[in-house]
């Protein structure tokens, strides 16, 4: 029959169900911090706090009884810190509103009547972005459900960052970019 496993089936659907919910919250979960929670749960359920991380070869195994889960490249959103007077609910509606495929559609829709309406040239159309590029190192590759086409993983800043302003019209001209370290 084998070798049983550390977990049962209910524990290790928990332990899916878990890295989903990590994911829905934009906290996915890398395999080494993955691995360090079953080491967490298997110290307390074995009363042992000297249990050791799972191998390689039962992370290998686990994968292929839960083909649900992949190994996906993440992207970073950056958050400012939380105070009492500004709580973070503009950047979490800016993330929902760049996976809501809705927004994205009213938004070139309205654009588009604008640019018929009023006949800007399209030299006259910038745009640019702002991307802090954080100090702190954020995983690139996390453990997450086959099937979505982004995953975000949001991090408060709370280190320096450098940020870039690329500009560039919609006639394809651009400007050097512009550098803001702090300061």
Request: net charge positive; hydrophobic share 40%.
């Amino acid at each position: 029959m084998g070798r049983p496993t550390l977990f049962t089936d209910v524990e290790e659907n928990q332990l899916v169900q878990w890295i989903q919910e990590c994911e829905t919250n934009h906290q996915p979960q890398t395999k080494v911090q993955v691995l360090q929670k079953v080491q967490e749960v298997l110290a307390i359920k074995t009363e042992n706090l000297a249990v050791d991380i799972p191998s390689e070869q039962w992370w290998r195994k686990f994968r292929k009884r839960h083909s649900i889960l992949t190994i996906k490249k993440v992207c970073l959103v950056v958050q400012k810190p939380m105070t009492l007077n500004q709580p973070m609910k503009i950047e979490h509606r800016r993330l929902k509103a760049v996976q809501d495929e809705d927004t994205i559609v009213t938004f070139r829709e309205a654009l588009k009547s604008l640019m018929t309406t009023h006949k800007y040239p399209p030299s006259n159309i910038w745009n640019f972005d702002e991307t802090p590029f954080g100090l702190d190192v954020v995983a690139s590759q996390v453990v997450a459900t086959k099937g979505k086409k982004k995953l975000y993983h949001c991090t408060v800043d709370r280190t320096s960052n450098i940020t870039c302003l690329p500009i560039v019209n919609a006639a394809g001209f651009h400007l050097k970019p512009l550098i803001i370290f702090k300061g």
